[in-house]
């Protein structure tokens, strides 16, 4: 199969967490909106892993996944802070620092 | 198949090394030692790591090696200006985030709550800060030396994910101060998702992740050049956020308000001169021979960015709102040494940033002195008359406030001067108008809060001045000298930057 077919996968995959991102009000459905970009950022490696022939992309591919939990651990934590000050995980809510 | 052992350089990687070791010390600090004791411990652990780190890097720094980890970092005469840059801002900022009055007392319990009042009278104090602090100039020494897009990517994360916390732990307007973690952690995370991306298409282009490989491709010509431009366009997304360029600078000036001042302080300082480290190298190493595909593009941003914040700026009431647009401004500022891509140009964003990371941390501190019962005031209205009432603090502001515009006999006269001069050299007048017409109107605002204080009479409810600690008369101390000594004197540190300053590639 053609490898390129990954690339238009990982694209897409991409695309939807962008508009997720913007779209979406509830903070921990943005952040799944982040992870899924991520995700499509180790798709695009491992596929290019493969069209290059190398390994760096795969290797590439298990930095990112340590890095993700990372931030998911940095994430929640902040996302359930201010979800137990307001009741709410709205991104429109958190609105008082002037625009 | 057979495994090599790396070879590692560990005394060109020491700095870096000893500061994450003083980071996991401060994190058994918190284990082991009795609450009482603990600040002075932190602190102590916190200034000897960075001060030791200091001392290895002046060590070590005529030595240079593009394998001191591999492939992963380089270390150079760049690398080690912008290294020692970080850790004499870093040092600055931590006697500034040793004022704990500027910290929540438990930032687990909700605001307003009776944990939160019983943390307060318990005078319980969040000591944390020291090794998140500490994790993030790790994170930032190891930025601007990443020669792999590997260990860009980490150390990207390293630097981030504290300064995420770190925002979200004021003790006054906690609200405010979590919803400027949540903003920055959300629109972090979104374009570190947009550097991976990018970075993915660069490895994809040049089938290598080193800065060295990728300029062998680019150079060689041999890939496709949608994977490049395409590459290009993303990894420049995530570096522009962290530095607030103009598109993309949503975050900072609510993260500026947002965040207790010393963080906001450490960040506008720090990440800056760690991002700008990293898109010089990136830009100058590896994609340097591809300046046709992205100078264009950089060019309009950096104008954009610059006249962008010097017009939002003279809008904001809020003093910490004025000089996060001034930030936007400056990165504006920096980008035409980026867009230069000569030594002249690599030369004057050093000394720009050092000069400018000095003067930011300095009026920071500023900023939390000016006080009423409720924590700090940010309203520039309440600010007027306070230099009748307290005349060497406002002056001192003032001052600082001159080196942002770039008046002379202060470091801000010298960079501007020197980065624009670079820029024009290397055929750029557009960014040279761009520069000095967004000068002058950022001088207006500049000025303006100058005037507020001394010539208009105080109002009311006005805000007063607190007695500085010793601590924060350190940093204010510390940072007014130096910005200005470098705007009488500044030929021999314009001398070492200019004989030290290259990228080995």
Redesign the interface.
Known sequence: MNPNNY?YV?SLL?TI??VG?VVRRN?IV??MC?EL??N??NL??V??SR????L??Q??AF??MV?AA??VV??L???V??Y???RSAS?DD?????R | MTFTAPVLQYALLAPILIVLAGALIGVLIEAFVRSSSRASAQLFVAVATIVIAFAQLVRVRGEGSIAAAMSAVTFDGAGVLLQGSILVIALISLFLIADQDNFTAAAAAVPGSLDEREAHQARVRTTEVFPLTLFAVAGMLLFPVSSDLITLFVALEMLSLPLYLMAGLSRYRRLASQEAALKYFLLGAFSSAFFLFGAAFLYGYSSSLTFAGIEAAVSGGAGNDVFLLLGIAFVSVGLLFKVGAFPFHAWSPDVYQGAPTPVTAFMAAATKVAAFGAILRIFYVSLGSAQSQWRPALVVIAIATMLFGSLVAIAQKDVKRMLAYSSIAHAGFLLSGVIALSKAGLDASIFYLFAYGVATVGGFAIVTLVRDSAGEVTDLNRWSGLGKRSPIVASTFAFFLLAFAGIPMTSGFIGKFSIFSAAYESGNSAILIAGVLSSAIAAFFYIRVIVLMFFKDPVEDGASVVIPSALTTTTIAISATITLVLGIFPAPLINFIASTAVFLR
């Open positions: 690339l990982a991409f967490g962008a991102v903070a943005v952040f982040v970009m991520l499509a950022a695009a490696f596929t290019f069209i290059n022939g190398n760096d992309g290797v590439t930095f990112t890095v990372c931030e940095v994430g934590a902040i996302i802070t201010i137990r000050s307001r991104v958190a609105s008082l620092l002037k």
